[in-house]
């Protein structure tokens, strides 16, 4: 019964978080900070991203005081998104990896672009790019100021998707990458495998 109750409560606080994945809480994404907070092991205040519309959401749901934000996690601020600076990119493919939203498109020892509108700006490429060949922008088409709690709502389940996308790719890929390997050590265990 506690573990369902407490499963609910951090599907709960996961929702009023920005799914950056950022990692800025301390955490590895949002869903991790989510669950610490229904432990009651984390302060509501470690999410930059989502600032004080997130606190605010978080103080209501847990029925905590509000705090400040803990700005040795970062401070709040308008929404950016990565831009490529594509003479100096040299295709090492390593903000792809990094990004927990698939946003940033190329192949490797080809040029990367951002897909800006799958974006969260969780700045996760920057330290990825042995180049730095990465700038963080403006967000286009929304406001030169931290966004309210209706914006950030859309945004994150947008986030929330493209994650949820990405882990289930990830997932799949590794499934077949261990498929394979099984299968060649089996035939390698057979001599081969086939019928003389």
Known sequence: MMAASSGSLADLIDAALPQTQCGRCGFEGCRPYAESLARGESPINRCPPGGRPVIERLSALLAVPQLPLDTSCGIEQPPRVARVVEADC???????????????????????????????????????????????????????????????????????RLHEGRLQRLARNERRRREALQSRLDAAHTGGGGPA
């Not at 040299?90 to 020892?109: E, N, Y």
């Not at 800006?116 to 922008?137: H, K, N, R, T, Y």
């Open 90 to 160: 040299i295709g090492c493919a390593k903000c792809i990896d990094a990004c927990p939203t698939d946003a940033i498109v190329g192949a490797r020892k080809w040029m990367h672009t951002v897909v800006q509108a799958d974006c969260s700006g969780c700045e996760l490429c920057l330290p990825a790019c042995p180049v730095d060949c990465i700038a963080m922008d403006p967000a286009p088409g929304l406001p030169a100021a931290p966004l309210d709690g209706p914006a950030l709502e859309q945004r994150a389940r947008h986030f929330r």
